[in-house]
């Protein structure tokens, strides 16, 4: 808020268009670890009748807040083991709470729509994730 | 001015030429695109000629000597607009006799505003003919 | 019926996500940029796959040098070529894939075409202005849409209201 005060000062922007809050966490796997559904509530699934392991997948959601000017634009995917952690699978939650609903310049609209965004955002992120992915955040 | 120089004062009734260099300026179904028909900044000034008093030969040969001065263009063909649609738009059209064409006019009056253009160039368009080469 | 949904989805909210500057984000993009691509390459959904990219290429090539018209044309720049690879690409998936001209101050332009009284034409300013005009019959719109990243959504309704049987 602090570095939107020093925008607002500088620039003087007329309206503010867009507004998105967003949260990225990537979940390291145990070593050669390849079963998601231990991690995610609703896993990737191979088509019926194809026992093939995942290569990579890569899943793209956006919700409607219906009543509300929200949206929510939920991505998984897995990213292949990046040095230094060698064999280590991630996934990445990535979790885009936006409105592009124009709102007047006041601090308390601004900082009751962040509380709202806030709130879905934690929603949608504790309904992607099971028990097990929460404790090694913990 | 001699006898053969075509009157400065431009009716109604004339229509006018606007030579097409850029294939993209036409459609395969023969129609023409609004793109040809935007005038050029700074002076926004259309350039077209006059068909009155000129043969459909001598048209081309000034639509020829048009391409002729950009290298390796090609003349399409041309688009053929009566001056009473140019009216209509709220345009007017100003004869600007060239050295190398005696029957050049511009098209002029347009709103500085692009859309605006835009939208008058499209109807335009829409009342030309396309002569193909 | 997805993809009509797809659309509305994009039609009220968009495409664009909130930027990250993080390497996580970065990858993000990087793999939603690269699945785009992919469907956007497909006949029926895509517009790589019509031929639009090819298009706008050729078309930029063909106006790279001044008085491309004949008329002192200005030429058209790397900038405007990369405005509408970007108002391409936000343009949703299954739309009905436009035809790509030049106007003579440099801009690039789409049209979505009907008959010669039913056609929008959007103008690339270098500026990343959508500068727009549509016959709809005995109907006009026109005006000026700044663009984000995200295909505005005016435009976007005279694109269908233009294709709507």
Redesign the interface.
Known sequence: MRLWGIHREIARPAEV??L???F?N?LLLPPKYMDFEDYLKAPPKVPDGLDLPFHGF?H?E?L?VTGHPY?I?I?R?I?RPQPPEHGRIGI?L?N?V?T?EPFEFQQEILERRLAEMRWLKNKAFFGIISEKALATFQ | MTATDPPLAVTDAELLARFILFNGWFRKDGTLRQDGFMPPPPDFKLSVTRHIDLSDLALWQIGQAVADARPAATLHGRADLKVVDVKRQTLQVDAAPLPENLNHANIAGWPPDKPAQKIIAIELAASARFVAR | MIIEMAAS?FL???????Q?A?E??Q??AA??ER?RWHLQDSYALGLGGKGVFSELYSVANSCLVGNWDGYGAAPVSADVYALACQFLRALPLGIAAPSVGAEPDGQLTLEWYRSPRRLLSVSISPEGDLHYAALLGPNRAYGTEAF?G?APRTILDLIHRVQAT
């Open positions: 268009q867009r998105g809050l967003r990225i990537r890569f793209n956006t409607a949206a634009n991505i995917t990213q990445i990535d885009d936006f592009v | 989805t009220t909210f968009g495409s664009v996500t909130t990250g993080s996580a984000a990858f993000v793999e939603a699945g984000f995200d």
